[in-house]
């Protein structure tokens, strides 16, 4: 087997761990700018590693079970994110303007990291689903 660069699982928890604060201070962020711990000049950075680590921690952690099929699915999905992220970018930019385009942006940032960890853990549950429903059939 090909050896792949991933970080080791114990990483991905403590990305999980760091994206929810994250996330949800950044989504809060984009709703009301004026919200009162983003008002020191530091925030917007700290903001971006944060989630920017997180991500990449969770994305690209090693699974518990990581064989060539869990290499091939992240490969895959990972493309699907990429091309899935490429068309939201062209609409977005075809339809948004303005202020509102930065905003865009700076989610677009984002969202093939949280495209790619979204759909890659539902194949994941789904594929542990199934191999939990064969092996209680057995």
């Not at 928890?13 to 761990?17: M, P, R």
């Not at 921690?57 to 952690?61: G, R, W, Y």
């Given at each position: 087997m090909k050896?792949?660069?991933l970080l080791p699982h114990a990483c991905k928890?403590?990305?999980?761990?760091l994206l929810a604060p994250s996330l949800i201070t950044?989504?809060?962020?984009?709703i009301n700018?004026?919200?009162?711990?983003?008002q020191y000049a530091w925030y917007d950075e700290l903001l971006v590693i944060g989630l920017t680590i997180s991500m990449t921690?969770?994305?690209?952690?090693r699974e518990k079970d990581e064989d060539e099929y869990t290499a091939a699915i992240r490969s895959r999905y990972l493309?699907?994110?990429f091309y899935a992220d490429t068309l939201i970018v062209v609409i977005g930019t075809l339809a948004i303007y303005e202020f509102s385009y930065l905003n865009f942006m700076v989610i677009q940032m984002f969202l093939v990291l949280l495209l790619y960890i979204?759909?890659?853990?539902?194949?994941?549950?789904?594929?542990?689903?199934e191999?939990?429903?064969?092996?209680?059939?057995e």
């Open positions: 050896k792949q660069l928890n403590i990305g999980w761990i950044g989504i809060l962020y984009l700018p004026d919200i009162p711990f983003a921690m969770v994305a690209f952690s493309s699907l994110a979204v759909m890659f853990n539902i194949a994941m549950w789904h594929i542990r689903t191999n939990k429903a064969i092996c209680d059939e």
